[in-house]
């Protein structure tokens, strides 16, 4: 069976944030995926501690490039979720099993991710003078939006 989401963490930074994510994805049967460099070790404190006694209910992966996570999904959607776009989060049509990938919270998502991937980049609003959400809180957001589409019962 397709998991109901693939949250996807490009570069993380902060184990925290991680971990929190690791322990939403694990409450709500969505696979998480690590792309690329992480800021800490697998096995750091914190990140264990944020996740609590969720990590045997988690499915996660470690893998080296987002290249790679989109050639060994070849029919999957893909979302990349940015501060720079005028697409709405909530606009978007999601399926069970689509893809949403977040960047590095210091930096976000490259401009030349976002630029070949245009009409897939969604943003979650907030006011102008602010300059962007904590990661885990958007996952989540975005997360319960992808669940409230699909009428999934967890």
Not at 76 to 93: E, G, M, Q
Not at 129 to 154: D, G, H, K, W
């Amino acid at each position: 069976m397709t998991n109901i989401l693939n949250i996807v963490l490009f570069e993380p930074e902060i184990p925290q944030n991680t971990g929190n994510i690791a322990r939403l994805c694990a409450c709500i049967g969505a696979k998480l995926y690590l792309v690329g460099k992480l800021g800490f070790i697998l096995s750091d404190k914190h990140l264990k501690r944020a996740g609590l006694d969720y990590w045997d209910k988690l499915q996660i992966e470690h893998i080296e490039t987002l290249d790679e996570l989109i050639k060994n999904n070849p029919d999957s959607n893909f979302y990349y979720f940015t501060t720079k776009s005028k697409n709405r989060y909530s606009d978007f049509k999601f399926k069970r099993g689509d893809f949403f990938v977040f960047g590095p919270e210091t930096r976000g998502l490259s401009e030349e991710i976002l630029n070949k991937n245009k009409e897939f980049c969604a943003t979650i609003p907030m006011r102008k003078e602010t300059r962007s959400l904590n990661l885990s809180n958007s996952v989540a957001v975005a997360a319960y939006e992808a669940i409230r589409q699909l009428n999934v019962e967890l």
